[in-house]
């Protein structure tokens, strides 16, 4: 258990709706990072945030947008869904901003399912 | 970010070491070399990192070459729940700091 939680679990809905999923980040740890991984494209990085601020962009399309709240939980909010959205959306956190020696720890992943 | 080389599948018996290569030539002095495992469809695990010297926790080892150009995970006694797939991941410097994964080994141990 990496400590980092994400709800929920399965997600199954329709294209054109729009989901939110949640992230909190281990205690104590400051940055939370997005990624998404589908059958085609591997683990992609999407988002960070530092302590509330959006620290670095990925490769996350303009339909998907996320926040983190001042208790540092954070949210990926997805629109417009197509198919392709689905995936394993993972969050991981670090504590600081993203030193090269600070290690990011992962959840246990969102499964998308788009029909 | 570096790029890195790992072999795209590996088999150990188990009980026996898993060796893990990754080749990461175009390393920079500041960068560290981080391996993750995923285990199917579960969140990548953390296992290990280091910069220059080599490295041991209780998942594993890392050694890492005098140069720094390629690196090898260990894991000591292989058992069939390391069955996963094995990302080798170098840091990029900075404030904002992602992980790129590449591909990875998958290492499957065997009876």
């Known amino acids: 258990d990496s400590g980092v939680t994400q709800t929920p679990k399965h997600l199954i809905t329709a294209t054109g709706q729009r989901v939110t999923l949640r992230c909190s980040p281990r205690?104590?740890?400051?940055?939370v990072y997005w990624y998404q991984q589908s059958l085609d494209q591997g683990l992609q990085f999407l988002i960070q945030?530092?302590?509330?601020?959006?620290?670095a962009k990925g490769n996350i399309l303009e339909r998907f947008s996320a926040q983190q709240f001042p208790d540092l939980h954070s949210e990926l909010n997805l629109s417009s869904l197509e198919l392709g959205d689905s995936a394993l959306y993972f969050c991981?956190?670090?504590?600081?901003?993203?030193?090269?020696?600070?290690?990011?720890?992962f959840g246990p992943g969102t499964r998308l399912t788009v029909l | 970010d570096a790029k890195t080389t790992q072999p795209p599948s590996m088999d150990c018996a188990e009980g026996r070491a898993a060796n893990l290569p990754c080749n990461h030539s175009?390393?920079?002095?500041?960068?560290?070399v981080y391996w993750y495992r995923q285990i199917h469809s579960q969140g990548p695990q953390y296992i290990i990192h280091?910069?220059?010297n080599n490295e041991t926790n209780e998942m594993a080892s890392l050694i890492i070459t005098e140069d720094r150009k390629s690196s090898t995970l260990i894991l000591p006694h292989a058992t069939l729940r390391d069955t996963a797939v094995y990302y080798c991941?170098?840091?990029?410097?900075?404030?904002?700091?992602?992980?790129?994964f590449g591909t990875g080994t998958r290492l499957q141990v065997t009876l």
């Open positions: 991981a956190s670090s504590l600081t901003s993203g030193q090269s020696s600070d290690t990011q720890y």
């Open positions: 205690s104590g740890d400051l940055s």
């Open positions: 945030y530092y302590n509330g601020e959006e620290r």
């Open positions: 175009t390393i920079s002095g500041n960068e560290y």
């Open positions: 280091g910069l220059k």
């Open positions: 991941i170098v840091r990029a410097t900075g404030t904002a700091s992602k992980l790129t």
